[in-house]
């Protein structure tokens, strides 16, 4: 019995995989949608395995995130990593203002003859 033959009401076809060399693991790389839209059009699908796209969870939005790696070491909640980021943001935008500040200075000053 050939793949096309089978029909979705027969039981579930088990597929197994060669196992990949240890030196080659298996990497996965998620895309929006729009780039998995243009790479279905652009490789097409048969549909030889009656295989129905709407109920997969190809199209899953990502997960929300309830904590960050700040380091190898370092976990941070979701609040921990707003206050860090505020203030890098913070710090930057105060060294955006003393560089303005030194520089009005230079440029306002009279000239010493």
Request: glycine fraction near 2%; aromatic fraction near 8%.
């Amino acid at each position: 019995m050939s793949v096309s033959e089978i029909s979705p009401s027969s039981s579930p076809v088990i597929c197994s995989l060669p196992k990949p060399a240890a030196s080659s693991p298996i990497r996965t790389q998620f895309v929006s949608q729009s780039v998995s839209e243009r790479l279905l059009s652009k490789f097409s699908d048969v549909s030889e395995f009656n295989f129905d796209y709407s109920q997969s969870g190809l199209w899953s939005p990502p997960i929300q995130r309830s904590v960050f790696m700040n380091s190898p070491r370092t976990i941070l909640t979701q609040h921990g990593m707003l206050a860090k980021l505020r203030s890098a943001l913070d710090a930057q935008q105060h060294r955006r203002r003393r560089y303005k500040l030194s520089l009005n200075a230079c440029l306002c000053s009279p000239k010493r003859s």
